[in-house]
Every structure is written in structure tokens, then in C-alpha cells.
């Protein structure tokens, strides 16, 4: 199994101590530096002595306090079928974590993920929303908006942290892990400290079904909504259930380039699949497959699917499994009344 460098592995493990390890609390006088710079560059935006842009449209943020993935991802999935349930029209507007390149870009189908980002691919396969990614977040706004106007809300894919972009309502997402030993980093997995309170027009939603911190909050649901052959998902196919019933039995090679790739093989083996685990860094390119040669079955989430395309595979059966999100019922009564309205002018 390869993964992550063993040093952050070890750092990683240490955050997740209930109580600080001798190696946290070393670290801990880089936090202070840490949570003052970031205090220093949240109170400049909250005084006013730096301005934030305001998008063309109400803006909910998605993002975490921790450092790592949370979930984010499939919030901003499922929030954007909550807003059309809604009778709205969300755009998607994200940075590109880890594309060649700086400017604004619209996001297509057929964009190449170096350009756009992971990420921002799979959002715009999955939702079929508009979206657009640019190292300035205002520029992507800006120009979704003039790209279709008829957009009336749009979503931000992280962002928790980016003060220069006003926001009208936040959803800060935390998975299992809760917030670790609850110091900053690099002592802790914190970006930065947790509030006794949500701040104002934040929705707090737990993605892995169970409260892991104080805050009150919603849960979400995860559940892998089947499987379906890799041509086919670039197809627009639905996975369905009776995948699982093909695979049962059979030994598969899993590859998750996830920031938390264990949680993917353990759904996997909950469906009943004997699973050969390959952990992979999060945004892993793909430019080199990663299970053995002559492998028969490999199952590979939807991130890394965006990176793979049918051709490359050979004899290998490459199946993707979606991960589906489904919220508790009052989050969307929750939504609703925070949601600000939006009336074009002619």
C-alpha cells in the first residue's frame, strides 16, 4: 500500500490524540505564530482595513476547520440538488487545487483536469451545474454570472478560510475525526481554533453521520450508491447495487487518491467486497496506474475517476463508486431560512 510520506502519517496520528502527544505540544509554539498570523489576516477583513468583494449572487461557503478532507466535496453535491429541490439555480465556483494554471476558467465536460482541477471536474460531472474555477474566487463569480445569468445562488468548494470573499451563509463540514487534539496546526489539525458557538449564518453538518464535536449541528448520511464500468460513468450511467453482486467474491484492487483513503475501503468492505487496499496521495495524478499488471477488478472513487480515462485501462475492469450524501430533513428548512433571495433586474 503506498500513501502518504511517513512523516505526515506520523504527524497526522498525532493530531488525532484526544489529549496532546509530547510531539504536539513541541510544536505548539509554531502554532501561537500560526493562530496569530491567521487571527492577524481574519481581523484586517472583520475591521475593514482590507475590503472583501462581494459575488453577483448570494454565496454559501462550504469548508472545514480542520486541515484534510472532511467531505467537502459531496456537500457541495448534495447542497446543489438541496437548492434545486429549493426551486433555485446554483452555479459552483472553486479555487482548482493543484491545476497548471491561474486564470479564470468555465468548467466543461470535456475540460482536461489540469487545467481545471480534480475537483472541479468531477463537480461539474456530477451536478451538470455551471462552474468555474480561478485563483481569485471574486473572478470566477464574476464570470459564471456573465457566462448565464440565470444563475440566482452560487456555491464556493472550500473557501471556509478565504476572508476576501463575503459570504452570505457557511456550511463548515467536519467528518469523524471531530478536531483531533484541538490544537492549531502544525501541533493540531485546526486552521483555526473552534468557536463556542457556530458563527453567525453558519449551518455546522457532519458528514460521517455522528456528532464528533460540541457545536450543534446536522448529520449527513454517506453511502456509496453502487458501482458502475468506468465507460460508462465518463457515459453519464448511473451506478447501481447489483455491481456489488458481481464483485462479491472476488478479491479487488481499491485506489483512493482521497485525503482519507481507509474510510473508502472500509464502505467497500461493508458491501462485502474483499478488498487489496492502494492508498494513494489526495490528488493523485494518475498518470501511472497504480495497481499490479494483469489486475482483474479495480474499484476507484469518482475523484480519481475524472483522471482515468476507459482507454488506458486495458483487461483491467475498472469500476467507479460514487459517494451519495443524504441530509437530515430539517438541514434543508435550516438552508431555506438562511437563503437569501435573488430577483434578477431587467
Not at 453511502?223 to 465507460?231: N, P, T
Not at 475523484?303 to 485501462?313: H, N, W, Y
Request: hydrophobic content about 45%; overall charge positive; some cysteine.
Amino acid at each position: 500500500m503506498t500513501g502518504a510520506p511517513d512523516w505526515r502519517a506520523t504527524l497526522v496520528a498525532h493530531w488525532q490524540r484526544a489529549a496532546p502527544s509530547p510531539l504536539a505540544r513541541a510544536l505548539q509554539p509554531l502554532s501561537w505564530l500560526y493562530g496569530l498570523a491567521a487571527g492577524i489576516h481574519r481581523g484586517l477583513y472583520a475591521s475593514g482595513l482590507r475590503a472583501r468583494a462581494r459575488a453577483p449572487r448570494p454565496l454559501i461557503v462550504v469548508g472545514n476547520l480542520v486541515t484534510g478532507g472532511a467531505g467537502k466535496t459531496p456537500t457541495v453535491i448534495a447542497l446543489v440538488a438541496l437548492l434545486q429541490q429549493l426551486g433555485r439555480r446554483p452555479g459552483i465556483i472553486a479555487r482548482g487545487y493543484g491545476r497548471a494554471r491561474t486564470d479564470v476558467r468555465i468548467v466543461r465536460d470535456d475540460s482536461p483536469v489540469d487545467t481545471v482541477g480534480d475537483e472541479p471536474l468531477l463537480l461539474r460531472l456530477r451536478t451538470r451545474v455551471p462552474v468555474a474555477v480561478a485563483a481569485r474566487r471574486i473572478e470566477a463569480a464574476r464570470v459564471l454570472c456573465a457566462d448565464d445569468p440565470t444563475l440566482d445562488v452560487l456555491v464556493a468548494d472550500d473557501g471556509l478560510q478565504h476572508h476576501a470573499l463575503e459570504r452570505d451563509l457557511q456550511v463548515i463540514v467536519f467528518d469523524a475525526r471531530g478536531v483531533g487534539n484541538g490544537l492549531l496546526l502544525p501541533a493540531g489539525p485546526l486552521r483555526e481554533p473552534l468557536p463556542a458557538q457556530p458563527p453567525a449564518r453558519s449551518l455546522v453538518l457532519y458528514s460521517d453521520g455522528q456528532r464528533s464535536t460540541a457545536l450543534p449541528g446536522w448529520c449527513a448520511t454517506r453511502r456509496l450508491a453502487g458501482a458502475v464500468d468506468l465507460a460508462a460513468w465518463w457515459r453519464g450511467e448511473p451506478a447501481t447495487a447489483a455491481a456489488w453482486h458481481t464483485l462479491r467474491g472476488r478479491t479487488v484492487h481499491a485506489c483512493a487518491g482521497t485525503a482519507r483513503p481507509e474510510r473508502f475501503f472500509e464502505m467497500l468492505e461493508q458491501q462485502g467486497l474483499v478488498v487489496h487496499r492502494i492508498g494513494l496521495p489526495d490528488h493523485a495524478d494518475f498518470r501511472t496506474l497504480p495497481w499490479p499488471a494483469g489486475a482483474a477488478d479495480v474499484v476507484i472513487t469518482e475523484k480519481d475517476a475524472v483522471k482515468l480515462r476507459p482507454e488506458r485501462t486495458g483487461r483491467t475492469q475498472v469500476w467507479v463508486a460514487p459517494l451519495d450524501f443524504e441530509f437530515e430533513p430539517d438541514f434543508a428548512t435550516a438552508l431555506a431560512a438562511l437563503l437569501p433571495p435573488w430577483k434578477s433586474t431587467p
